[in-house]
Structure formats: C-alpha cells, structure tokens
C-alpha cells in the first residue's frame, strides 16, 4: 500500500531523511518511531504531499503523489500532529467541509458522519463549536474525520500527544476497530512506546534521518536483547538528548493563544 | 464549486458568529465619520468645500471595505497557525479552488461591512445626490472589495508570523488609506504627492463612490472601473500563484 524507495530530504546544508526505504502492506498498522527530530514529521509530510522529496520514490496505492496528486490525496486521510480543525465552527460543520473537500457525495456524507461520530463518541457535542472541546474530544474529532472519505492508508503523527491514559487507550481501540472493519492501512508515529508494542503490527525506527532498525516488536526485542520496546529503542537510539530548537512557529503559536485566550 | 461554496460560506459563518469583532470593526470607521467629519466640519465649509461629512462619507466606506478585505485575507495567518490551512492544503482540490472560495468569503464580508458602514453615514446624516445612486455605488465597493482581498490573500500567502502582518498593517495598509483621498480632495496636491495618490488603487475605489454617490469626480467613471479591473485581476492572479506556491 506504501511503498518508499530512497526517499532523502535536505534543507540547505541539513539532511533530514537520508534515503530511507520501507514498505507497508494493505490492512497493516505501521508505528515509526524516532526521537524528536529524527525525520518523522518530515518523511510524513513528503508522503503526504506536503514536501517535495529532494530525491527518491514514492509509491501509495500504485500512485505517485508527485505527479497524481489529487489520487494520492484521496487515497489518505491524516491526521496532524498540531491541530488543524476550525474551532469556530461545529463538530458537525468541520465534518461536513471536511466531506465536501474530499468530494464525498452528500448522502453517503451525511450517513458516514452519523456513523463515525457515534463510533468516536462525538454525536451528542455534534452541534458544539470545536473551540469549547477537550484535548481528547478534539484528537477523535480529526481522527473520526481522517476517516470520513473512506481512506485506504490513514496517518496519524502523535496522535495521542498530550491525552491521559483512558483517553489514549479508548482513541486506540476505535482506530483498531475501523482498521479492521474497513482494512484500512495505519501509519503512525507516537513517542509512547507501549501504545506502539500494543497497537502497532510492525515498526521502523528512525534516527539522524535514516531507519535503524525495521520488523515486529518481537523481532526488534530479540534483536536487541531487551525485553521491552523502550528498551529496544533505546538501545537502537542512544540515550542521548536531543535538540528542538524553537521556530518563530512556536512563538507564534504562543502569540496565538493569548489571542484566542 | 462545492468546495469554493463551502469555503466562502465558512468565512462569511465566521463573520456572523463574532458579533463583537462586528460592532468594533465598524467602531473605527463609524469614529473617523464621527470626529473628523463633525470636528473639520466647520474648516472644510470655510474653505469653499462644501459639507465635509457629504465629503468624506464615500472615503470612510472604502476604508471599511478596505480594512475588511485586507484584513480577511491575511487572517490567514491563524489558519495557519492553528492548522485549519493544512486540512484544506492535502484536500484533492486544486489550491486555485481554495484560493478563490476564500478570497470571494472575504470580499464578501467586506462588501456587507461597506453597506453596514453606508447605513451608518446614513444615519449620521449624509444624503447621496440621487438614490439610485445606492446600488451604482455598490458596484464599486464590490470592485474595491475584490481588489483588497485578493491583495490580502497574496499577503497572507507570504506573511508567516505577527511581525509581518504588523509591517503590512503599518507600511501598507495605513498608507493605502491615507493616500487615497478618503479624507481630502486629491486636487492642488503638490506634486510628489500627486503622483504617489495616483499610484494608489484605493484612489480609484474612493473616487468611484464619491463621484456617483456625491457627484464629485478626480478621474471620471471610465477610468475608476477599468483600473479597478486591472488591479481586481492582477493581484487575483498574483493572489493564485502566491497561494499555489505555500509550503509548511
């Protein structure tokens, strides 16, 4: 379903991804882990046409997303590791635009937006502005719509980032469910390592741009010797921190919340 | 045309929903029409030029459509910042589609804001040479509309941060206003000042109203809409091909 050949991304004089390869099948959820600033937020980006690869292939289901964009953009769903609803709209109406977007035909949208909202919990708030939703309602929100066209491969970039532990649990289960229901592929990235042991049926690992180590848990376990996935990541990334500078993004994200208070 | 409908329809919903930001949008010019149009009053008259009010009412309309087109259009710095952009970028949709749903929400909103803002010189006392005037008049708050957001779409493309959008708002649009005779006759300028009024679009817009609404003309009807054309389909395409090229 994703298929991934050499892919590199450089800024300037900075490699963020250094031709990495892997392949993902239909039905299969996919967790790729790394530290911060390992590449993970850029591979996903370029997969999902937000960046243009500096050079490699990219294959998702047979389309390259390079050249047939507007296939490759509906074939997925994501979902962002920063926020991307409208908070001044409703529950309902981000859905419905969302639908819209996608060219999902009106009753087949307002069918399938029932349907999911009620899997994801969110029916009885489908009128409230999205402004007034909790962190946790706000990621089943996005997930709930990353499903609405019906996509073959969904991403989802730290999705649990920031939830307690009901909240992440019960977002799992309801992603679990549609992967099985609808055989939809899950690419996933998540720095909690448990949710990825737990939910995830194969993982790459991804350091200073290049993949390290791929296969299930209990291969990456065995290969390292650990008895755990933590410790396998560990022990495939160093115990080393990490550097993330701060963009004027991020000031401007703080800027932004006292606006919005 | 769904997606350009929903698109504009979710800007116009946004500027419903804040009646606040609706009643202090129109604080400012509704002041301007209020204080300098009341206190130069008496000055104006002395000076031969008639009423102020009558004057200046035309130029207080084309500052509140421009603020508001302006203002929509680089308004999409937030929907970047809180990641609304993004969900429409990865949508199969051509951005051209988007770029237009959204510039269309934003003139409209502006267009309602110039009529609310007509009603309110209205009230205030100004009387148009002709009531047919009214909907002539409309005519080019649509075009003004049309130009100053599509202007705002093209910098809210570029604008990544709030220092930029401070820049724009000081060293653009302030100017922009000030420059294009909303508050005082473009004739017997001198000379420096002449050539960059001319060289303003809002000029054009301001001189429009004012000349079908109170009969005074610096231009003439002709050369105000073919201008205003122009511009409405220069910076529209300037607008697209800023708005294609946004990466995150």
Known sequence: MIQVENLTKTFGQFTAVKGISFQVQQGEIFAFLGPNGAGKTTTIKMLTTLLRPTAGTILLDGFNPLVQQKEARQRFGIVFQDPSLDNEQTAYENMVLHGVLYHVPGKIRTQRIEELMKTFELWEKRNDYVKTFSGGMRRRLEIARGFLHTPKILFLDEPTLGLDPQSRNQLWAHVKRINEAENTTVFLTTHYMDEADRVADRIAIIDHGAIVAQGTSAELKAQTETDSLEGAFLALTGTSLREDGADSKDQMRQFARVWRR | ?248
Not at chain 2, 66 to 76: T, Y
Not at chain 2, 164 to 178: A, K, R, S, T
Request: aromatic fraction near 12%; proline fraction near 4%; charged fraction near 10%.
């Open chain 2, 1 to 248: 045309m769904g997606v350009i409908y929903i698109l504009w329809l979710r800007e116009l919903k946004r500027y419903v929903r804040s009646r606040v930001q609706i009643v202090a949008s129109l604080g400012q010019p509704a002041l301007y029409l209020l204080a300098l149009g009341f206190g130069f009053g008496p000055v104006f008259a002395r000076a031969g030029g008639g009423s102020y009010l009558q004057f200046m009412a035309p130029g207080v309309i084309g500052m509140t459509v421009l603020f508001s087109s302006v203002f929509s259009g680089i308004a999409m710095l937030f929907d970047r910042q809180f990641g609304f952009l993004k969900e429409t970028l990865v949508a199969p949709v051509s951005r051209l589609q988007i770029m237009v749903g959204r510039t269309l929400g934003g003139a409209t909103v502006a267009i309602i804001q110039g009529c609310l803002i007509l009603i309110i010189c209205l009230i205030a006392g100004f009387r148009p040479a002709h009531w047919i005037a009214i909907p002539v008049a409309f005519l080019f708050v649509i075009m003004i509309a049309i130009v100053f957001a599509a202007m705002g779409t093209a910098l809210g493309s570029v604008i990544q941060d709030m220092q930029g959008f401070q820049l724009v708002m000081n060293f653009l649009v302030l100017p922009i206003f000030f420059l294009s005779g909303a508050l005082y006759p473009l004739s017997n300028l001198p000379r420096v000042l002449t050539w960059i009024t001319h060289g303003d679009p809002l000029a054009y817009g301001v001189d429009g109203l004012r000349g079908v609404l109170i009969g005074t003309w610096h231009f003439s009807f002709a050369m105000d809409m073919l201008l205003l054309s122009i511009l409405a389909v220069a910076f529209l395409g300037t607008g697209a091909y800023l708005f294609s090229r946004i990466e995150l």
